[in-house]
């Protein structure tokens, strides 16, 4: 065991005027996680502190967090890995805070439905559709995506423009886009041609540096964006 | 209060599948959940689903029959097999509907749906995505749920239930975010929550696995099915337990001790590492227990001959949490395993249509017991059990709208009782200042769960626990949550969930002291034989004024009689 302070983020709308930094310290192994650290804080020193988990193990995307700066799942970093005795949480930005660490998710979600999150099938067979290893490869790396909001909160465009879809969306956009069973999503694709959809996106590529899972949304803007000029040039040469 | 003809409490695989049934059908439903249904444990899955689909080259005799027979003998004859049939024959279906709708399964070259060997099965019968078949299936389903637009009140924790004469009447859900509770008003329920894992100090189960909805079942008086039937999957992460995935012997992995001895080869030479779960965890529990584990206690999962591209393509999920979570790249090292609480066989008693006892109730997925995995489930099964059942719930709860059921006359009262009841309880447990930490009851609650209702058990040890659960049941009644504030408020969730949690584990206990037999995932030194005489039954626990009482149920035979098992 050795000790650590977690200072975070506290704010409960319903009462403090202002957020306002809290420290704990806290016994942990080095090979716990910040996750298990919060957990040992709401269990033995103040159970008013809130958060969101739930797998601890990385796949369910609820404990996305910023950890000394850095985006994060707090269930996937240990705190050897840290590397400091002293680790500051803050809640995901440009996202409104419930209380503490917890943010309204809502934005995201909504980004998320608006481009249709759903396969849009060309044909229905009596088995499963056949599907080459190269083509399930096209898509995979998106497949990837835990929405965890990770991205959101890093996204700088996101903070200019809070109509703008954001990486999360935009990836799972090209996700259905991309595979070879969808009809292609084109409209979606014609209605988010716009500088809040395909085109906000400054590449500056902090959501791929915030991804916990590889994630690479900024590659599948990039192909949303070769669909749409694509589209663009064939109708403009009257190919349907 | 909040009204729609179904309610389905969980949001993971069994409850959205349920909610696509019922929706698709034209009915009125929402979803009610402690968690964003993406949050759900359903995500965690791994390996696969079964069916035979024969699609791999070395599987093409395999059959609807042979699933059954599997499934059967995987669980050591206790499942029901009228059940068992219903399931596995629905298999084929729910996954190419499964595919239509947009699930990015892995590939054979040939374009077909990839499968992998698992387990206790003849043929490679486990369909996969990689080693995130879970979290592809829950995408999927939620994908659906938000094309059809249905509605999902999320971050509500299920705290009671009432029923009225027989009849399914509301139920009481706390808010998380403001601490309210809220009546929920509904013709017919599904429960689909879970297990009950986190009863367990070690655990693959999420956090929130708390086994709630079987709680609110049980005090509300319905019954609950064979709770001491608990699997242990036997290759848990050393340190943090987290699952690592049968999927890595189906594709190979070998498991072995300090010595580097294979040591299946002792316990089930023919099906080695792909013996069946509850067979693999004794065996590795045995090779720790008697001293050839290794330092600290746990044996080694060894990838390293699979190199470094089909560990990439089939496994990348498991090589990323022993990276994460335990230093070791399984390209160059062995990953440290050791068994852990992973799966609950028991849950709220359903028949073969996912109906309970009670009219308008349902329940589906880990959180029933149909029961389709008897003593010991094989890999695999689980998802194919949340699809197929939660369809099942679904099309039941539509049928039973549709049909002339009752509604309990004074509802409305009936609802507004148990609401008091459930202020009151919040009330206590937001004033009381002095009492018993709930941290520490709840904590010595599950390490007494790991070291004496375990792997193996016997009497002496399970009547301890029986006392130690006693003792905190009482000590429960003086609980103490300590300050919080208004807003969210997941401490005060955590105290309604925690009685359900003890209820629990003295289910599971009695049930597991009583059998005085050895049956798949249930062993008991003192009785290490299988006993069909006296126990081919299910055990049913219902609730009375001392805890539960105990009867038993016959189980449903028709083509396969029991035999020994033998891998």
């Known amino acids: ?240 | 209060m909040i009204s729609h003809d179904i309610l389905i409490v969980g949001g993971g695989l069994a409850g959205l599948r349920a909610a696509v049934e019922a929706k698709s059908k034209g009915l009125d439903c929402a979803v009610i959940s402690k968690v964003h249904p993406l949050r759900s444990h359903s995500i965690a899955a791994q390996g696969g689903i079964n069916a035979p689909l024969a699609n791999a080259p070395d599987g093409r005799d395999d059959s609807i029959e042979k699933h059954t027979f599997d499934t059967i003998k995987g669980s050591d004859y206790l499942a029901d097999q009228d059940a068992v049939e219903i399931m596995c024959g629905e298999a084929p279906k729910i996954v190419y509907e499964m595919e239509h709708w947009g699930a990015p399964f892995s590939r054979f070259d040939d374009g077909r749906i990839a499968q992998r060997p698992f387990g206790g099965a003849d043929f490679p019968r486990t369909c996969y995505a990689a080693d995130r078949t879970g979290h592809v299936l829950l995408h999927t389903l939620y994908e659906q749920a938000v094309k059809l637009g249905i509605k999902v009140y999320e971050e509500r924790t299920v705290v009671s239930m009432s029923v009225k004469d027989g009849h399914f009447a509301g139920l009481i859900a706390l808010n998380l975010s403001s601490e309210e509770f809220e009546i929920f008003e509904g013709k017919a329920c599904i429960f689909a929550t879970g297990g009950y894992g986190r009863v367990y100090l070690k655990s693959t189960n999420a956090l929130i696995n708390t086994g709630s909805g079987v709680a609110v079942c049980y005090r509300a008086g319905v019954a609950i099915k064979d709770l001491e039937f608990v699997q242990f999957h036997p290759t848990c992460l050393f340190g943090t337990n987290i699952l690592i995935t049968e999927g890595a012997r189906g594709e190979g992995g070998t498991l072995s001790n300090a010595k580097g001895e294979r040591f299946m080869q002792r316990y089930a030479p023919g099906k080695m590492e792909l013996a069946p779960r509850d067979i693999v965890a004794r065996a590795i529990q045995t090779e720790i227990d008697e001293g050839r584990g290794l330092e600290g206690g746990y044996v080694n999962l060894d990838l390293r001959h699979l190199g470094k591209k089909k560990i990439l393509e089939r496994l990348p999920a498991i090589r990323d949490i022993a990276i994460d979570f335990a230093d070791c790249d399984p390209i160059n090292k062995p990953i440290p395993i050791l068994p852990a609480q992973h799966y609950s066989m028991g849950g709220i008693s359903t028949n073969e249509k996912a109906q309970t006892e009670v009219n308008g109730l349902f329940a589906a997925g880990e959180c029933a017991c149909v029961s389709v995995h008897g003593t010991n489930r094989l890999g695999g099964n689980s998802l194919l059990d949340t699809i197929v059942f939660g369809k099942i719930a679904g099309e039941g709860a539509a049928h039973f709208i549709k049909g002339s059921q009752k509604a309990p006359a004074d509802k409305n009262a009936i609802l507004a009782d148990e609401l008091k009841r459930a202020e009151e309880k919040k009330k206590t447990f937001l004033t009381r200042e002095k009492g018993v930490p709930l941290t520490e009851i709840r904590d010595e609650l599950r390490k007494t769960m790991t070291e004496k209702v375990g792997i193996f058990r016997e009497e002496r040890q399970l009547k301890d626990a029986v006392s130690k659960i006693e003792e905190l049941k009482s000590e429960a009644k003086q609980l103490l949550i300590g300050k919080t504030d208004n807003g969210v408020n997941q401490t005060l969730a955590k105290a309604f969930e925690f009685e359900g949690m003890l209820d629990l584990a003295e289910i599971i206990t009695k049930g597991a002291l009583q059998r005085t037999e050895s049956r798949g995932s249930h062993f008991r030194r003192d009785y290490p034989k299988r006993d069909d005489e006296r126990w081919l039954k299910h055990t049913i626990a219902r609730l009375t004024e001392s805890g539960p009482s105990f009867e038993y149920s016959k189980v449903k035979i028709t083509r396969y009689e029991p035999k020994e098992r033998k891998y």
Not at chain 1, 106 to 132: G, M, T
Not at chain 1, 172 to 191: M, P, S
Request: proline share 7%; net charge neutral; with cysteine.
């Open chain 1, 1 to 240: 065991m050795a000790p650590y302070i977690f200072k975070i983020l506290r704010f409960n709308p319903k009462a403090d005027p202002m957020p306002y930094f809290q420290e704990y310290n806290v016994e942990l192994e080095p090979s716990d996680s910040v996750l298990e650290g919060i957990l040992k804080i709401q269990d033995e020193i103040d159970p008013s502190l809130a958060f969101r988990y739930s797998c601890r193990g990385a796949v369910c995307g609820s404990c996305a967090v910023v950890i000394n700066g850095k985006f994060n799942l707090a269930c996937r970093s240990l705190v050897k890995n840290v590397k400091t005795e002293e680790i500051v949480l803050e809640p995901l930005p440009n996202l409104e805070i419930v209380k503490d660490l917890i943010v309204d998710l809502q934005p995201f979600w909504k980004a998320y439905e608006k481009i249709r999150p759903y396969l849009i099938p060309k044909v229905i067979p009596e088995k499963e559709n056949l599907v080459s290893p190269k083509e399930e490869r096209a898509i995979d790396n998106f497949i990837n995506c835990i929405l965890c909001a990770c991205c959101y909160g890093s996204c700088p465009v996101v903070t200019r423009d809070e109509k703008y879809l954001g990486p999360a969306a935009l990836a799972k956009l090209f996700r259905f886009a991309g595979d070879i069973r969808d009809k292609g999503h084109t409209d979606v694709l014609d209605e988010i041609d716009i500088e809040s959809g395909t085109w906000g996106c400054d590449t500056v590529f902090k959501c791929v540096d915030a991804c916990p899972k590889k994630v690479r949304p900024t590659d599948g803007i990039e192909a949303l964006r070769r669909k749409t000029v694509l589209r663009k040039s064939k109708r403009l040469i009257g190919v349907k």
